[in-house]
C-alpha cells in the first residue's frame, strides 16, 4: 500500500520498505512506481514527456494553473512538481548512495539511470 495524504500535490508517496527498490528488485518496483506516478503525472517527468519552461514557454499565462498532465507547465509549477516528481523516486530508494547512484539527477535522468543500470 502506497501513504500520501489525499489531494495534496506536493505530498511525497512512500512505499512500505519491502517494495523499495534495493538493487535487486527493479521488475517489481518499476511495476508499482509506474501506476503511483500516474497519480500524479509524476511518470511525464520520469519519461521526458513535460517540457522544462526555461526551454519552452508555456502556453498559459502565468497565472493560469495547469492540469498535473499538462506537458507545458509553469516555471513554478516545473519547479515543484519535477522536486516532488525526483523526490517520489529518490526517497523510495533503500540506500541510494550504497547503490552508487548519482545525485543531482533530475526525475527523467534518475529514472533512465534506473532502468539502464537494473532492468533486466
Known sequence: MVSSIPG???SIQMLPDDQKF??????????IMLPTGRLKGLNLYWEGKVNNPENTP???PPTTPTPMNDPNPS???????ESVAFLTLWNNIKNPD?????????????WAYLE???EA
Open 8 to 10: 495534496n500535490y506536493t
Open 22 to 31: 534495493n538493487g535487486k528488485n527493479y521488475v517489481s518496483f518499476k511495476s
Open 58 to 60: 508555456s502556453p498559459y
Open 75 to 81: 516555471p513554478l509549477e516545473y519547479e515543484l512538481r
Open 98 to 110: 550504497g547503490l552508487g547512484i548519482p545525485h543531482g539527477l533530475t526525475s527523467q535522468k534518475l
Open 116 to 118: 539502464e543500470c537494473y
